[in-house]
């Protein structure tokens, strides 16, 4: 091998040692951006040992240059491990700089909890797991298939109008909207066809209702739904009854009044005695003893088609109530508006 050649050899291999530990030894992005352009900029040894491939000759070019192609990769990727370490370093810093513990804000001993609805809704989780039900989530934007159609709601169901279900601007006009029940969320399990099912449908839903002491435009909603072989009325009866003594006492008694939803048949209001004077009778059950509270029924067949469930083999029952509802019916708060207007002073009392 030529003198000359040996000497470019041993010059790349040197280069490699300097750099590497140049690139190991770094401790700022500035820094690497010098070693970069000392080691593989345009001034650097390597372009000067590249610029004098042309003078050798053919095998002694060959040698060099996969030699000098090796060192770049070397040195590029010590450059990249160089950069990597301190980027990471410097967000673990930024981090650490940022870092607000909220648990340390100590404010005259009052401390922030889970709002009044999360608590309710977690509640009613628990009590279901109990009773052997998964829990099931949606999206909140649905089409207009699994929010009306799949569910047995007529295209002239007042329901679907513009004055009552907030429509979005995207796709083909009055196809996609935000949710107005969490029901699109059973439509999705029947669909995928894994049975029995045990479910629960906690989530927000959203109508065109003006805000009063009873409604919200936007509110939380919690629904089951069963599929399994032999159900019938007397296991939906049932559940009602105990899912409402689970939430409201053993002492709680419910009834079922007969009522009309597209996806249920026969549908049903189940009642609760009244929270307030059990069942006595007063001002705030209209002297009845009797609070409604939801609605129920066996799914309608038309529900169970749709999604290609053998109705043959497979009945079940639906039941939904608002959660926020819920909320002002246990603690006897006046207005639902309340739960929403982030007033500490009533937020603290739960």
């Avoid at 590029?76 to 607000?100: G, H, N, S, V, Y």
């Avoid at 009306?148 to 513009?162: E, G, I, K, Q, S």
Wanted: aromatic share 8%; with cysteine; hydrophobic share 40%.
């Amino acid at each position: 091998m030529e003198e000359n050649i040996k000497t470019i050899l041993a010059t790349l291999d040197d280069i490699v040692s300097k750099a590497s530990s140049a690139f190991d030894a770094v401790n700022d992005l500035s820094e690497l951006a010098s070693l970069e352009s000392l080691y593989l900029g345009k001034k650097s040894a390597l372009s000067e040992i590249k610029k004098e491939l042309s003078a050798l000759e053919v095998d002694s070019k060959k040698i060099v240059g996969e030699k000098l192609n090796v060192v770049r990769e070397v040195l590029e990727q010590k450059a990249r491990e160089a950069k990597e370490l301190l980027e990471a370093a410097k967000l673990a810093k930024q981090i650490e700089e940022d870092i607000c513990d909220v648990t340390e804000v100590d404010i005259d001993g009052v401390y922030g909890h889970l709002h009044l609805v999360t608590q309710i809704r977690q509640e009613l989780e628990d009590i279901f797991l109990g009773l052997g039900y998964e829990i099931a989530e949606g999206n909140e934007i649905e089409s207009d298939w699994y929010n009306f159609t799949a569910l047995n709601v007529d295209f002239d169901h007042p329901a679907r109008t513009m004055q009552d279900s907030f429509y979005l601007d995207t796709g083909e006009n009055g196809s996609i909207l935000l949710r107005t029940h969490t029901s699109p969320v059973q439509v999705h399990l029947l669909e995928r066809g894994q049975f029995p099912i045990y479910a629960i449908c906690p989530g927000r839903v959203y109508r065109r209702d003006t805000a009063d002491p009873r409604h919200l435009p936007v509110f939380h909603q919690i629904e089951g739904l069963v599929v399994d072989e032999g159900i019938g009325f007397a296991d939906l009866r049932g559940t009602v009854e105990v899912s409402m003594q689970a939430i409201f006492g053993s002492e709680t008694r419910t009834r079922l009044r007969p009522g009309y939803f597209p996806f249920t048949e026969p549908s049903a209001e189940f009642d609760i005695t009244c929270v307030i004077c059990k069942g006595e009778g007063c001002r705030t059950c209209g002297g009845q003893g009797w609070i409604e509270l939801g609605g129920c029924g066996l799914v309608h067949p038309n529900v169970l088609s749709a999604s290609n469930v053998d109705t043959d083999r497979y009945s079940g029952f639906a039941f939904g109530f608002g959660i926020d509802r819920l909320a002002i019916m246990r603690h006897n708060i006046l207005d639902i508006r309340y739960l929403i207007e982030n007033d500490i002073r009533f937020l603290s009392q739960f």
